[in-house]
């Protein structure tokens, strides 16, 4: 008896993996029962190439009995390290109206097909409140959002994100830079913890100097949720995202700015106190209204 079970673990069983690189569209690997997803990995990479840019995922590509029959897409499964590859193969049934196969697959190639699908279907519906509000998402993701980041890097002016509703400012920013990560910029700098997120929201649409005056802007804290924050906006709205350090020669720069523009005011200020007993007292006062009319909005 234990002679013929260990006979029957040993037994060898043939396993086609598919998107093998290499002249033939596939390739047939001897295993046992016990082989795993990971194993069967080790196996196909042999050869060449670093394990761990790939991965090996079940698909599942639907039969269509009748030509009126809707057609459905292919499903796909990535395989846990663990998983017994004869056992899968053995799970597969016509009858479930599915073809299975094996098929290598590179992370990089799976992570640009995500991103492809969510920019292609999505990106049209985030530019208002609707889309970038989080109203998106299909398919009965209600616990899902999309949304826009803008100033990824020079050669990716924006990109968009599906993220749980519960991310955080943080947790969209490490999805942008992994999504953005063969940009130079964020090679140069490509901790999380670099970056924040500013919220940029057009003022009031009420007010009259809304058209003239520069949007809103706002940094987002490292814990701030962003569905939260995009579900306020009222109006035209985006996230940009910047490295800190850029943030803080930005502040210093409107600070100088400021304070440029403060001493002309107050120089303006004196000539027009000297000046009050030549031009008159009222030419004066309207002066020094419109130079505080002016302070004003330089503090704004």
């Known amino acids: 008896l234990f002679s013929s079970e260990e006979k029957h673990v ?12 290499g002249p033939e569209p596939f390739k047939v690997f001897s295993v046992t029962e016990q082989t795993t997803a990971k194993q069967l990995l080790d196996m196909v990479v042999a050869s060449g190439g670093n394990p761990s840019e790939y991965f090996l995922c079940e698909e599942k590509v639907p039969l269509l009995k009748e030509r009126s029959e809707v057609k459905r897409c292919a499903q796909y499964r990535p395989l846990p390290p ?19 196969r094996i098929c290598l697959k590179t992370r990089e190639e799976n992570l640009n ?19 970038a509000g989080g109203g998106g998402g299909s398919g009965g993701e209600d616990e899902m959002f999309f949304v826009q980041v803008h100033e990824v890097s020079p050669e990716q002016p924006h990109t968009v994100i599906k993220a749980p509703r519960y991310s955080t400012a943080q947790d969209v920013i490490q999805q942008t830079l992994s999504k953005a990560k063969y940009s130079y910029s964020i090679l140069c700098n490509p901790n999380p913890c670099d970056y924040v997120l500013v919220e940029e929201v057009a003022r009031d649409a009420g007010s009259k100097k809304s058209s003239t005056t520069k949007p809103l802007q706002r940094v987002l804290l490292d814990h701030e949720c962003v569905y939260q924050a995009q579900n306020r906006w009222r109006g035209a709205g985006k996230f940009i995202l910047k490295l800190k ?26 000539s027009m106190t000297t000046g009050m007993a030549a031009d008159g007292p009222a030419q004066s006062k309207d002066e020094r209204a419109a130079c505080c009319v002016a302070l004003t909005e330089l503090q704004e």
Request: proline share 1%; charged share 35%; aromatic share 4%.
């Open 82 to 100: 663990e998983e017994e590859v004869v056992r899968l193969v053995s799970s597969w049934d016509t009858k479930d109206g599915y073809v299975g």
């Open 245 to 270: 350090e850029q943030l803080v020669r930005e502040d210093k720069k409107k600070g100088i700015s400021f304070a440029s523009e403060l001493k002309k005011l107050t120089s303006r200020s004196r």
């Open 113 to 131: 097909n995500k991103h492809t699908v969510q920019e292609g279907e999505e990106e049209a519906t985030v530019g208002g409140k609707e889309g």
């Open 10 to 21: 040993s037994e060898q069983h043939r396993v086609t993996v598919h998107g093998v690189p």
